[in-house]
Nanobody, 119 residues
Framework: QVQLVESGGDLVQPGGSLRLTCTAS????????MGWFRQAPGKERELVAT???????KYADSVKGRFAISGDNAKTTIYLQMNSLKPKDTAVYYC?????????????WGQGTQVTVSS
C-alpha cells in the first residue's frame, strides 16, 4: 500500500522560505511522476511542481524561479524548496505520486500540509 506523508508546512512572513518534505513508501523511482499540488480556500487544487525519472522537473508559471523540487531516492523522499514566498502561496500543499501498472495510471495523494504566508 502506497502512503505519502508530508511535513514542513508552517506560518511564514512574506519573502521567507520553507522546505516541504514528502516521504513515500517504496522507492520513488518506482513512481513515474511525483510532485506537489496546492489548494487555497475556495479554489481548485492546482499543480505546483512535478519530478519524473528522478530529475525531469516541471513548474507552474506562478512559482518558476522561486520554488525547486528535488528527489532523494535513497530516502524515498521528495522536497519542495519554496523561496520568496508570497501571501498568494498560502494553501494546503499535497504530495502526489503516479504509477503506471499495465498502462493504467494509479494516483496517490498525501493528507496535506498547511502553508500560510502572512505578516
Amino acid at each position: 500500500q502506497v502512503q505519502l506523508v508530508e511535513s514542513g508546512g508552517d506560518l511564514v512572513q512574506p519573502g521567507g522560505s520553507l522546505r516541504l518534505t514528502c516521504t513515500a513508501s517504496g522507492s520513488i523511482f518506482t513512481f513515474d511522476v511525483m510532485g506537489w499540488f496546492r489548494q487555497a480556500p475556495g479554489k481548485e487544487r492546482e499543480l505546483v511542481a512535478t519530478i519524473s525519472d528522478g530529475t525531469v522537473t516541471k513548474y507552474a508559471d506562478s512559482v518558476k524561479g522561486r520554488f525547486a523540487i528535488s528527489g532523494d531516492n535513497a530516502k524515498t523522499t521528495i522536497y519542495l524548496q519554496m523561496n520568496s514566498l508570497k501571501p498568494k502561496d498560502t494553501a494546503v500543499y499535497y504530495c502526489y505520486a503516479k504509477r503506471y501498472v499495465s498502462y493504467v495510471a494509479n494516483h496517490y495523494w498525501g493528507q496535506g500540509t498547511q502553508v500560510t504566508v502572512s505578516s
